[in-house]
């Protein structure tokens, strides 16, 4: 299983927020290159970039940070927040990114999302699905849709998409522990997705559990920053 760390720009810097709330922000490093290279330095090989002030504005904001730590590392990045047309995607990838996540236009514009799976390659998308109840949600997770996740997932597995992470947003940010049932019931019914869970962890004891029940990949965030699982703790169980 591979540990993906997240980034989270907002005004350049890298911060986390709790339930997707602006409000509750923490700055943790004004130089998101610096926290990059940390996870460099400790053996990490990806790295999962969110560009706050772009989801919030609808369009890519913070690609030159994107550009800094492509260009700097070796580090293999997805990038998502704002990407909402075909300049964005291009914006992306001329950036440096390997893959551009699109969580809420998957949902909300699904014609436009599959018009760039032709040109671009399904496996240059990671598809990331926002979950309430096993329903979708969207616009910062204050919308919850009426499409079961599983549908969701389905529908693009057949359009070739490959790679999808998962986040219960009642989970997210909160150090609880991630949505281990709703995980596991998503790889009983897609056995081969590269499927990579996201929001909750909070302790190493979370990550043997994930491994466990197959899942290929996980984002972690506020436990890294917070301290609650540490760069060495990753090397020295095998985790890098």
Partial sequence: MEIIPAIDIIDGKCVRLTQGDYEQKKIYNEHPLE???EFEDAGLKRLHL?????????AVKNWKVLETIAGKTSLVIDFGGGIKKEEDVLIVFNSGAALATIGSMAVKDP??????????????FLLGADV???????????ETTDRWVYDFIEEYIQKGIRQVFCTDVGKDGLLQGP????????????PTLHFIASGGVSCLDDLVQLEEIGCKGVIIGKA??????SLKELTKIGLV
């Fill in 111 to 124: 014609e436009l999302f599959l018009s760039w799976l032709e040109p671009y390659g399904a496996d240059k």
């Fill in 132 to 142: 309430k109840n096993e329903k979708i949600a969207i616009g910062g997770w204050l």
């Fill in 224 to 229: 890294i920053y917070e301290g609650r699982i």
């Fill in 50 to 58: 969110v560009d706050l002030d772009g989801a919030k504005a609808g």
């Fill in 179 to 190: 949505s281990l049932d709703l995980y596991r019931n998503i790889l009983e019914k897609f």
């Fill in 35 to 37: 926290v990059a290279k």
